[in-house]
C-alpha cells in the first residue's frame, strides 16, 4: 500500500458521430474520436482504497451479469453481459487484472457495445491498464485521490 502510478489507455471505436463532426474536431485541434487516449496519474492506495475499488469492479448494474469469474492472487477476471429494455441495445465485455508481482499490475478491459436499431455497428472500447509501486509514502496525496503526471 502506498503511492501507485498508472497509465490507463482508452480506445472506442465505431462510434456513429453525424457528418464532419471527425473533420471539425481535428480542426479545433482535438483527438478524432477514434484516437487512443493516455492517462497517466499517482493514486494513493490504502487497504480500505483496494477493498472499496475491489468491491466497485465487482458490483454489477442490475441489467448486467458476470460469469467465468476467476479471482485468486496472481488475477482476477470475468465476462459481462449487460441488456437494455430497447430492443438492439446492450453490451457484452471481458475484463482481466494480471498480478504480475506485489508491485506491478496490468490489465484490459474490452466491451462490445450494441447501440440499438439506428446505428447497427456496435461500438467497442477498450481500456489498457499499467500500474507500479513507487513509494509506501503518499506525500500530500490523500487515499483515493489522483494526481495528473505531466508526461516530458
Given at each position: 500500500m502506498g503511492l501507485w502510478h498508472v497509465t490507463v489507455t482508452q480506445t472506442v471505436t465505431g462510434m456513429q458521430l453525424p457528418p464532419g463532426a471527425a473533420e471539425k474536431l481535428k480542426e479545433m485541434g482535438r483527438p478524432a474520436p477514434d484516437a487512443p487516449r493516455t492517462s497517466v496519474y499517482q493514486t494513493c492506495m490504502t487497504p480500505e482504497e483496494w477493498e472499496k475499488n475491489m468491491s466497485q469492479m465487482q458490483t454489477v448494474n442490475k441489467n448486467c451479469t458476470r460469469s467465468n469469474i476467476v479471482q485468486n492472487p496472481h488475477q482476477m477476471s470475468f465476462d459481462m453481459t449487460c441488456t437494455s429494455e430497447r430492443?438492439?441495445?446492450?453490451?457484452?465485455?471481458?475484463?482481466?487484472?494480471?498480478?504480475?508481482?506485489?508491485?506491478?499490475?496490468?490489465?484490459?478491459?474490452?466491451?462490445?457495445?450494441?447501440?440499438?436499431?439506428?446505428?447497427?455497428?456496435?461500438?467497442?472500447?477498450?481500456?489498457?491498464?499499467?500500474?507500479?509501486?513507487?513509494?509506501?509514502?503518499?506525500?500530500?496525496?490523500?487515499?483515493?485521490?489522483?494526481?495528473?503526471?505531466?508526461?516530458?
Open positions: 430492443e438492439g441495445e446492450g453490451a457484452t465485455g471481458h475484463m482481466q487484472m494480471i498480478y504480475d508481482s506485489p508491485e506491478r499490475a496490468h490489465g484490459l478491459m474490452t466491451m462490445k457495445i450494441q447501440q440499438g436499431a439506428a446505428s447497427p455497428t456496435p461500438m467497442n472500447v477498450a481500456v489498457k491498464m499499467d500500474t507500479h509501486f513507487l513509494n509506501s509514502n503518499c506525500g500530500d496525496l490523500k487515499p483515493g485521490e489522483n494526481k495528473p503526471v505531466v508526461q516530458k
